[in-house]
């Protein structure tokens, strides 16, 4: 009898439904995406995953030098269209170093390894390489990194020391290669970049669709009652640095316990704005998140709210409000003019570096 009540109570957690908040019910299932993989070495990467994820579960160690891994990258370094994956490990900047794979006759093979502390990998259009710049304490070198006969091989291009640190800064990566744009990081127990490597990197539409269910109209009250009546959202961190709240009213959403775990009292809403940022034909509300005015510093969130098969996600960024948006999905930041936008489904999401705009307009913002 027992074990029938247990099967009827499993039964109800994942078919049924949290009570209303405001004029929005929010289904307790279906909120983690499912990869459906169509290329091999998508499946493949994904099998060399799993064991990291593994391995990852059995983990009892804290050394800065681990073997934890929290990222991965994903990139074509030899241009052959398939990209290499790059298994990231280490628990702190000093100690980050990555092991390199690549897709050939139907295997993985690993090429080599980097050390990749106080680095930031870059793109290098149409050539056989990738950037690998190492900046710490005023030093700076760049090395070529390719791959030749199956084996990982570095070139050094470039290195410079700064002195003064009063005003100077390290030279641009597109003064080195054209074109070059940040490698992101992407979370070990991701599977979307996978699935979507080639829609990003080549600007196509995206193999899915996530939402679309109801009309745009439609859409943008639900979202809009989730601000003025406590909706539900199901927080998930966008940028891995907090917000995977589960499912929250959006006041619980707005506390220290929450997605604002980093500050000492509830965030309020700015304002907020709409764009399609997967295109779907459904816009995102983007809310910019705060707490009230102080001396000193203050935690700010951008949310992006998307309504997906009945579920309303809240996706977490810390410190990008001052990101101006354009209707074509670019995050862009001003100060240092980087570009970025990003990828979500469900309980997955990521950014990655994209383009400044041309032509888009900026989204008009609104106040509650």
Known sequence: MIEIIIMILNLLSVEGTVPEAGSVAVPLHNVVYEAEFTEEWQQA??????????????????????????????????????????????????GYHAD??????????????????????????????????????????????????????SEQIHEEYILTGEGEWYTDEQELAPGALCLYRYNTESDLPLVVYDSIMNDKELPFITGGSVSNKEAREILLAVLEEDGMVYGVS??????????????????????????????????????????????????????????????????????????????CFNYENDYL?????????????????????????FQYAAEPSEGAEEADWETP
């Not at 690993?110 to 793109?123: A, C, N, P, Q, W």
């Not at 940022?277 to 910019?288: F, H, K, P, R």
């Not at 948006?325 to 999401?349: L, M, P, Q, R, T």
């Open 45 to 94: 990467y994904y099998e060399v995953l799993k064991e990291v994820r593994l391995e990852n579960e059995n983990y009892e160690g804290n050394e800065e030098y681990s073997d934890f891994s929290e990222s991965y990258y994903l990139y074509d370094i030899d241009k052959d269209d398939v990209p290499e994956l790059l298994i990231e490990y280490g628990l702190g900047e000093s």
């Open 100 to 153: 390199v794979y690549t897709y050939t006759d139907g295997a993985v093979e690993k090429v080599g390894e980097l050390s990749t502390g106080h680095t930031t990998l870059y793109t290098w259009p149409e050539e056989n390489a990738m950037m690998y710049y190492f900046a710490h304490m005023g030093g700076a070198y760049v090395d070529k990194i390719s791959i030749i006969e199956g084996v990982l091989v």
């Open 238 to 315: 966008g940028d891995g640095f907090g917000g995977d709240t589960g499912y929250v009213s959006f006041s619980a959403y707005c506390e220290p316990e929450g997605a604002a775990q980093y500050g000492d009292s509830a965030l309020t809403i700015e304002d907020y704005t709409w764009v399609d940022l997967n295109g779907d034909g459904q816009d995102e509300c983007i809310v910019d998140l705060a707490e009230p005015e102080t001396d000193t510093w203050r935690q700010e969130i951008r949310t992006v709210l998307s309504l997906q098969d009945e579920v309303v996600y809240a996706y």
């Open 325 to 349: 948006i354009y209707e074509d999905g670019v995050f862009y930041n001003e100060e240092y003019g980087s570009a970025h936008k990003i990828c979500f489904n469900k309980d997955e999401c």
